[in-house]
């Protein structure tokens, strides 16, 4: 409506700008606005609120973009986490596969003679040897004709120095009875025996201790039911598992 004589336009919520350059915006638009001749008039009313709008939505831009930014930052960092797994796991399948290799032609004939069985997994390879092979029923000895074999794969050993060699002791269901269980109270006692034993005789062989691992693991992880004499003669075994070392993390140089 016109404005009588005296009286002030009603605008209010009058704010003061937060920059230079929405003062100079808002001069054009203020040109049109009632005022005393050149003088700049007071942003207020609809103009003032227009500016606060407008710097909300330039803050809200700002932090949007902020957000986009570091959520692409963590998906790169993501992705190149990714292709370092994988790069990773890509070469431990190549060495693992050239270890199957030199493995088997190491143990060549006895694998021939299914003495030993090769097992590869993804993250190892695991040699198995029937117990009947080098310990006699009840006891933790080697046996004196297993120690061929036992030095074969000692050698085997010492041309992959970069892992670590589990040794992991299995029988059968049947309990322990007469003078073998006095000594051992129970499968526990001689799978875990067994796998020291075995132990022990690769140390002295020069294998290094810290790369040596003992378990006994009794009649709990069977291969096949223990139904049958053949399945129970299976589920009797040793295994030496070759698992690659972890590769060490960057350390920071000491000062």
Request: charge should be neutral; charged fraction near 25%.
């Amino acid at each position: 409506r016109p404005h009588l004589e005296g009286e002030q336009p009603e605008w209010r919520g009058q704010i003061v700008l937060r920059t230079e350059g929405a003062r100079r915006i808002l001069n054009c638009a203020s040109s049109a606005l009632p005022g005393d001749g050149g003088d700049e008039a007071p942003i207020t009313g609809r103009a003032g609120g227009a500016i606060l709008v407008f710097d909300d939505v330039t803050e809200l831009l700002v932090a949007q973009r902020e957000a986009v930014q570091r959520a692409t930052a963590a998906a790169e960092a993501a992705q190149q986490q990714v292709h370092a797994q994988a790069d990773q796991d890509a070469k431990r399948t190549t060495g693992l596969q050239a270890l199957q290799q030199r493995v088997s032609q190491g143990l060549a004939t006895a694998i021939a003679q299914n003495v030993v069985t090769l097992q590869p997994a993804p993250d190892r390879l695991t040699l198995r040897v029937r117990s009947d092979t080098l310990f006699r029923p009840g006891t933790v000895a080697l046996r004196p004709e297993s120690r061929d074999i036992v030095e074969q794969i000692v050698a085997v050993l010492h041309t992959v120095p970069d892992y670590l060699y589990r040794v992991d002791g299995h029988t059968d269901d049947v309990p322990m009875t007469g003078a073998a269980r006095a000594r051992f109270p129970s499968t526990w006692e001689l799978s875990a025996v067994r796998a020291v034993a075995l132990v022990r005789f690769f140390q002295e062989r020069h294998i290094p201790a810290e790369r040596l691992v003992a378990s006994g693991h009794a009649f709990h992880r069977p291969l096949t039911p223990n139904t049958t004499p053949e399945g129970r003669a299976q589920n009797r075994r040793i295994e030496i598992s070759l698992v690659p070392l972890p590769v060490p993390e960057d350390r920071p140089a000491q000062r």
